[in-house]
């Protein structure tokens, strides 16, 4: 059983910049994977980064490349999202999830109860 936990969320300006927080407690974080999601009013929830056990190996959506950066510090159980040049369209509940096993497709396991991040214009 894994727990986790976001933060970091928030109101922001256009251009502006959040750093995400996820606490992971329950199992041992440095041997399981990491990502980040989101999702908008009225749309489906979709994938914005993933980095793996070992923060070796970072993967990204499209539409946040060069401007997010998904990091771990294994030490302290916790997974980030630094968010630069924020733009409206990124205004979702952001939720980080676990994916415990190594498999041919990611699947995610447990996922966090989600912040809010607010970007006006």
């Known amino acids: 059983q894994v727990q986790l936990v976001e933060s970091g969320g928030g109101l922001v300006q256009a251009g502006g910049s959040l750093r995400l927080s996820c606490a992971a407690s329950?199992?041992?974080?440095?041997?399981?994977?990491m990502g980040w999601f989101r999702q908008a009013p009225g749309k489906e929830r979709e994938f914005v980064a993933r980095?793996?056990?070992?923060?070796?190996?970072?993967y990204y959506a499209d539409s946040v490349k060069g401007r997010f950066t998904i990091s771990r510090d294994n030490a302290k159980n916790t997974v980030y999202l630094q968010m630069n040049s924020l733009k409206p369209e990124d205004t979702a509940v952001y939720y980080c999830?676990?994916?415990?096993?190594?498999?041919?497709?990611?699947?995610?396991?447990?996922w966090g109860q989600g912040t809010q991040v607010t970007v006006s214009s």
């Open positions: 999830a676990a994916d415990m096993f190594p498999r041919p497709i990611p699947r995610y396991d447990y």
């Open positions: 980095i793996t056990w070992s923060g070796g190996t970072a």
């Open positions: 329950g199992r041992t974080f440095s041997s399981y994977a």
